[in-house]
């Protein structure tokens, strides 16, 4: 049946070539069959370690040392529940940057982080990378997408669910159990491997399913594959992703060839598409200024209350939700909102529920006294402006609550 699906695409799509000249953020030479199933691009590159803050537990950063064709677009990825980028994913950073990416690969404040927190995280690392990092002016900032494994593939799906103006995400064997994808306005390719008992190829059709008509996306199966398939040298899967990434990142449609039809079937047991995967318009005039150093705003989710306003006069105010909650804990946000006027630090505080403890803070600097918490801003996002916002994250134990907090500056 797999078989006769990948048939009925190779005569149904028709591929549509695109010119260098009718699209200034093509990077490389025209691809072939052999150069995009390499393990290595036509780009050199280099790399630069990040420390641990700025909203995630630190990473690597990988990029071309070509500064001739412009700025380059920016991919963040994260590995999956208790892993690190080190162990899980370090192998994929080269191999992507070499095909004309600037690529941010992080580890999580904490290897227990859920979907949500990765997400959070995915985000807080794109805006380092095209804010404040080193290599921010070889970023366009306008151009980026993310990509997670298993737990890390829920964080890229909740981060695209954020981050509207992202360009694509990219689920590699995704477990995504704090939010569906029924509002999902970002192109979308999902990953699956037969033999995963984990997150099943089942419950991957699910959410390719969830993604509504006229948003692009695309369903790979591997054959063979466990859950695993994303931790080590993946031939298959970069073959795939990397066309993809291409096509929604660059725009550059000399890839569709080879997902519309799939041209390399070796390895793939099933293939689903919106086949001919469009991208969004290149600009006539795409922007050649540094990319913008305030912090681009993020869409937050429909269920999200909207901040308490601040009492007159007050400094800042704080109001709570509960992202998520399973037996046992549960995870909740706050977001921070300045009054009339700047604010250079903030501390929100609440007392916590019988039963209730703290076990890990993104986004902020926790401290306990008996059963009152206090978080204080971490160092990047305690200067607001009048009316500006802020969120931090927390995990939990106990049942989730409705808590009174308060804001004071700082």
Known sequence: MAAAALCALSVAVAVRPALAADNPYQRGPDPTPASVGASRGTFATAQVS??????????????????????????????????TWAAEGAWMGPWLASFGFVVIGIDTNSRNDWDTARGTQLLAALDYLTQRSSVRDRVDASRAAVMGHSMGGGGAIYAALQRPSLKTTVGLAPFSASQTLNNMRVPTMLLAGQNDGTTTPASIRNYYGQVPSGVEKAYLELTGAGHGFPTSNNPTMMRNVIPWLKIFVDSDTRYTQFLCPLSNTNGIRSYES????????????????????????????????????????????ASYRTVNSWSGGFQGEVTVRAGGAPINGWTVRWTLGGGQSISQVWNGTLSTSGSTATVRNAPYNGSLPASGSTTFGFIANGSPSAPTLTCASP
């Open 50 to 83: 990040v420390p641990a803050g700025n909203g995630f537990g630190g990473g690597v950063i990988y990029y071309p040392t070509d500064t001739s064709q412009g700025r380059f677009g920016a991919v963040a990825v994260v590995p999956g529940y208790t892993a």
């Open 274 to 317: 919106t086949c001919p995967l469009v991208p969004s318009p290149v600009p006539t005039d795409p922007p050649t200024s540094a990319p913008p150093t305030s912090t681009p705003p993020t869409t937050p989710p429909p269920t999200t209350p909207p901040p308490t306003t601040p009492a007159p006069g007050g400094p800042c105010a």
